[in-house]
């Protein structure tokens, strides 16, 4: 038998402390693992949000681009097609194209201003 009674009593009491102590580190250990994986998780949606963005805004500057082209080369064809004709409605024609082109130059570029706006602020 112990000459100290209560060594027992304290030995188990040191363990349940060691024991709680080991718990605390253990959940926080368990909480920063859990924290890091969210955090990793919440950075590659942000990736895949900023790359959709940009894929996004890059076919809209594209598709916008196209239709200046497109409506220049229209133009262009209502113009030799209304010198060759020689009517006043296919001379409107061609300078409703011309209208179309300009309005169409303006969006595109307004789409890539707005586009650079966002861009530095965003990213």
């Known amino acids: 038998m112990s000459p100290f009674p209560f060594s027992s009593v304290t030995s ?7 024991g709680a102590s080991v718990g605390a580190v253990w959940a926080s250990v368990s909480n920063t693992k859990r ?3 969210q955090k990793r998780e919440i950075a590659s949606v942000k990736e895949t949000g900023i790359a959709t963005h940009t894929l996004t805004n890059s076919a809209r500057g594209q598709l916008l681009l196209n ?3 497109l409506l220049m080369a229209l133009s262009v064809q209502g113009h030799r097609f209304a010198e060759l004709t020689k009517d006043a409605g296919d001379m409107a024609n061609a300078l409703a194209f011309d209208v179309r082109v300009e309005s169409a130059k303006v969006a595109y570029q ?3 201003r ?3 706006v ?5 990213f």
């Not at 188990?12 to 060691?18: N, Q």
């Not at 966002?118 to 965003?122: F, K, P, T, V, Y």
Request: hydrophobic share 50%; charged share 20%; net charge negative.
């Open 12 to 18: 188990i009491a040191s363990l349940i402390a060691a």
């Open 35 to 37: 924290l890091t994986s």
């Open 67 to 69: 239709r200046v082209e």
């Open 110 to 112: 307004e789409h890539q």
């Open 114 to 116: 707005q586009q650079a």
């Open 118 to 122: 966002i861009d530095a602020r965003a």
